[in-house]
């Protein structure tokens, strides 16, 4: 069994990324810069946030966090998107979801210029991407893909099954693993919570990808001998074993299915490194304007 290790990839892409940052800048190019706009103050979204610019630092990116109290209107979000959509410095620019109830989330994600939409929300980056134009990859996705090519995990004519449908893993997952290209050209099933015999499926998959947010879901009984296992969920469960009193697990158990499973992504340190980095390198796009010219 071999271990995906998204941590080491993640870490080769950020030196590839610094590399072609300062070979730009050393010829009077343009600093690449991603704005966040981050509204209330949810530790979670705050952390996310602060990891994102700590790792543009790390690459030599620009960044800016615009930050709204929990009480903002939709109203002054979308002016946000407007000011920083018209801004030239800004490439890219997300919004960090979830928003409170009294914003409408695709109002603003629409706002967005599809240009700057580093993370692949815009329906317009969504449509091109099931139609195989060029088009900002939502993260999560984005990292997958990466972590199949760099591990050189040939998909092409593979059994693939994901577990989970969202919008922003699941469902570019299934289109990009059907794309006429490698990776990609696999044979895909998306299962949910209203599919009949999971067991059944999930075993006959040669690649399983793992979206449901359940924490150890995934069995051994349920993995093929041999499968590739990429587990996309991170979970803070209890622990009496470690210091802080918690521990990171994923969607799969992955002591069990590890035994099983010809390559696997270990949590943490699998798919979440892959995730910070597809952002970069999105950001890094829209600065050289790769996608829309
Ligand atoms: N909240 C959870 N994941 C994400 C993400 O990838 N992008 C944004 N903007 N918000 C998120």
């Known amino acids: 069994m071999q271990i995906i290790d998204g941590k080491s ?8 990324i610094a590399e072609e940052v300062r070979r730009i800048t050393g010829k009077g190019g343009k600093i690449p810069h991603l704005a966040a706009i981050l509204v209330g103050d949810d530790p979670a979204s705050d952390t996310y946030v602060n990891n994102k610019s700590k790792a543009c630092k790390e690459v030599g990116f620009d960044s800016s966090v615009y930050r709204f109290p ?24 997300i919004v960090q979801l979830p928003l409170p109830d009294q914003i409408d989330n695709q109002k603003v994600i629409q706002h967005i210029r599809p240009e700057k ?32 090519m760099r591990s050189r ?30 990776p990609g050209n696999a044979t895909v099933t998306t299962c949910h919570s209203k599919t009949k015999n999971l067991a059944g499926i999930t075993s006959r998959a040669d690649i399983l990808i793992v979206a449901i947010g359940r924490p150890g879901f995934v069995t051994a009984d349920m993995v093929r001998e ?11 469960v209890p622990s009496a074993d470690t210091r802080s009193g918690f ?11 590890s035994e099983k499973a010809s ?18 390198m999105n950001t890094l796009k829209a600065s050289k304007k790769e996608i829309y010219g």
């Open 247 to 257: 521990r990171l697990v994923g969607d799969v158990r992955f002591d069990e299915v």
């Open 117 to 148: 939409d580093v993370d692949g929300f815009h329906p317009v980056n969504v449509g091109r991407m099931t139609i195989g134009l060029p088009s900002y990859v939502s993260a999560t996705p984005h990292g997958i893909m990466e972590l199949f």
């Open 70 to 93: 929990a009480s903002a209107s939709e109203n002054e979000i979308l002016e946000a998107v407007e000011f920083i959509n018209n801004d030239p410095v800004v490439d890219g620019l």
């Open 153 to 182: 995990i040939s998909t092409t004519g593979k059994n693939c099954v994901i577990l989970g449908r969202s919008n922003i893993v699941g469902k570019p997952m299934g289109l990009l693993m059907a794309r006429n290209a490698e």
């Open 226 to 236: 041999g499968a590739v296992v990429i587990d996309v969920g991170i979970h803070r």
């Open 9 to 16: 990839i993640s870490a080769t892409i950020k030196k590839e």
């Open 263 to 280: 390559h696997i992504t270990p949590v943490p340190g699998g798919v979440g490194p892959m995730t910070i980095v597809s952002l970069l």
